[in-house]
């Protein structure tokens, strides 16, 4: 675990992922097993980022467009089924559910909204992610021109329980709710 350890700062992704897979082979320890799936998630970060190089470089060539978009898939469908194995280990623990929700959101489809919308009516009851989580439900509400009433509503109780609308997450509220009256 310590090689691994020291691997992962050293951003040796698949080298530390295997140290972390050897070591919860042996231990059985579910922190080795969550930190094999942050060294894949690192990893996948890591790769995206190289890819919006070669983007930036080869002035925005398709194939490198591709490669992106299919390296942000893999991304995300990993990181929904990190985090869906996850949330039955800690329960209790909204801030995994309301990530669990933006990767769900950021995968798009009407499922995956689905999926999203339920997280994150279950995140508002945490007063740390409130504004966050009626923000959020609010973006998966203004995926549906049937719901964008739904949408606002989610727009307005947020920044009814924000301090004040000078904070980004209070612009970027009221530039939602203008797009919606558009």
């Known amino acids: 675990a310590a090689l691994g350890e020291a691997l992962y700062k050293a951003q040796r992704y698949r080298e530390a992922e295997e140290h972390f897979r050897e070591a919860f082979r042996i231990t059985k320890k579910f922190s080795m097993r969550e930190k094999m799936g942050d060294t894949r998630l690192r ?22 467009v591709a490669k992106l978009r299919d390296i942000k898939e893999k ?8 985090y869906t194995f996850r949330r039955p280990q800690h329960p209790p623990d909204l801030k995994l ?3 669990l929700g933006q990767y769900h959101f950021e995968a798009g489809g009407p499922e995956n909204i689905q999926s999203a919308i339920k997280l994150f009516q279950q995140t508002i009851s945490n007063s740390a992610l409130k504004v966050r989580s009626q923000y959020m439900l609010g973006k998966c509400f203004a995926q549906n021109p049937k719901t964008l009433d739904m949408a606002a509503e989610q727009y307005e109780s947020a920044l009814a329980g924000m301090d004040g609308i000078a904070s980004d997450m209070g612009k970027d509220l009221t530039y939602a709710l203008a ?4």
């Open 43 to 64: 990893l996948f970060e890591s790769m995206e980022r190289k890819a919006e190089k070669a983007i930036e470089e080869s002035g925005k060539a398709p194939d490198a």
């Open 75 to 82: 991304r995300l469908e990993f990181s929904i089924k990190e």
């Open 179 to 182: 797009e919606i009256d558009e």
């Open 97 to 99: 559910a309301f990530q």
